[in-house]
């Protein structure tokens, strides 16, 4: 479409009047979508942020469970660049075609390049003095009720989780949650059978 048209229909003195001010406009209007878009591509380079979190749970979480369990499981990280096991080098571009716009992706992707290159908190904060979790929560602990307990003292874990290593009660929370998720992957396919 050709929007010269309208223009060339206006009278002479008009155009001639109101010259100046349609070019200040259209300043104006350069100027805000400058503005503009330089606000949209500062949003798209943010690096993690709480609105990936947010995106993955409420888009993805039905189908892949937890963010950084799959990335640090499943996702690999060559020279800087996220793969995935079935998209290696089409990583980046495989996301933009599954279930995401082109800016929500670029989130998910430095989300999940973050969680697939940060240790889990079990492996550096417990991991010096006890086994990795899966042995840990193999050799020490039962479930009861859906709940951990200690195998020798019977103890439910948490009330020993609360007196150990002056965990705060975010950190009791946040690995007893890891220690249980653990504990339900052994035990639950054994009280299948
Ligand atoms: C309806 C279920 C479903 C939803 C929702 C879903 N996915 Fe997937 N996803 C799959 C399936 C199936 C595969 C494996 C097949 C494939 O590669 O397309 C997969 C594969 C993947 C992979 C691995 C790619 C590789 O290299 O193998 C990643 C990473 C992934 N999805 C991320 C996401 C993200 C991020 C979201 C949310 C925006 C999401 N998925 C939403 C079903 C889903
Ligand atoms: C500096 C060594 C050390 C570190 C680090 C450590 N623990 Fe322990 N932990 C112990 C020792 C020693 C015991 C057993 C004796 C006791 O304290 O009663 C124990 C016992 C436990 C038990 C009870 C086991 C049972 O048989 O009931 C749990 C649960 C536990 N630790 C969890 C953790 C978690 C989770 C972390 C990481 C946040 C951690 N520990 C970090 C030394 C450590």
């Known amino acids: 479409m050709n929007h010269t048209y309208d223009v060339h229909l206006l009278p002479l003195s008009f155009k001639r009047k109101h010259l100046q001010s349609v070019i200040k406009l259209i300043l104006m209007i350069s100027l805000i979508s400058v503005a503009f878009t330089k606000k949209v591509s500062a949003d798209e380079v943010k690096p993690t942020g709480p609105d990936a979190q947010k995106i993955w749970d409420k888009t993805c979480s039905s189908c892949h469970g937890n963010s950084a369990d799959i990335a640090r499981n499943y996702l690999s990280v060559v020279d ?15 996301l933009t075609n599954h279930y995401l716009s ?5 989130a998910i992707h ?7 290159t940060t240790k889990p908190r079990y492996e550096v904060e417990c991991s010096s003095c ?17 709940l951990l307990h200690g195998k020798k003292s019977g103890t439910p874990t948490r009330y020993f ?7 705060k009660k975010e950190d009791v929370d946040f690995f007893m949650n ?16």
């Open 130 to 146: 006890h086994k990795s979790a899966a042995d840990f929560v193999r050799e020490s602990f039962v479930l009861r009720k859906g």
């Open 161 to 167: 989780l609360e007196k150990h290593r002056d965990l």
């Open 178 to 193: 890891e220690l249980t998720v653990m504990g339900y992957k052994i035990y639950l396919p054994q009280l299948a059978r």
């Open 102 to 106: 082109e800016m929500k992706a670029d």
């Open 110 to 116: 430095s989300m999940l390049l973050t969680q697939a």
């Open 80 to 94: 800087g660049q996220l793969q995935g096991p079935m998209h290696k080098t089409t990583f980046r571009k495989f």
